[in-house]
Nanobody, 122 residues
Framework: VQLQASGGGSVQAGGSLRLSCAAS????????MGWFRQAPGKEREFVAA????????NYADFVKGRFTISRDNAKNTGYLQMNNLKPEDTAVYYC????????????????WGQGTQVTVSS
């Protein structure tokens, strides 16, 4: 599976962005998908995850109520809708596909996209 993240950009606080993660490969729809982010000087951290059928979603506490993860397996694409963005959301956002293990752990994910920059100004 190869992943390509896109949709990042620069917005003001309170604004919205929608990230996309396009996957190639036949088995994408069997993987849990996750979004992570990494700010300068910080470790990569979990943001959100969704099961392969889309029935269960999980979020980091700091994005609950603001971000929504979704996927369209027919299009081999995942999404992260980000609303009410804050300056502290500034980071490179990565999508990942996971075969097994804890959805919160970077080490559980088998495939990673290249990342897309999100910058939120105050």
């Amino acid at each position: 599976v190869q992943l390509q993240a896109s949709g990042g950009g620069s917005v003001q606080a309170g604004g919205s962005l929608r990230l996309s993660c396009a996957a190639s490969g036949r088995t994408f729809n069997t993987y849990r998908m996750g979004w992570f982010r990494q700010a300068p000087g910080k470790e990569r951290e979990f943001v959100a995850a969704i099961t392969w059928r889309g029935g269960i979603t999980n979020y980091a506490d700091f994005v609950k109520g603001r971000f929504t993860i979704s996927r369209d397996n027919a299009k081999n694409t995942g999404y992260l809708q980000m609303n009410n963005l804050k300056p502290e959301d500034t980071a490179v956002y990565y999508c990942a596909a996971n075969g097994s293990g804890s959805y919160r752990l970077v080490s559980s994910y088998d495939y990673w996209g290249q990342g897309t920059q999100v910058t939120v100004s105050s």
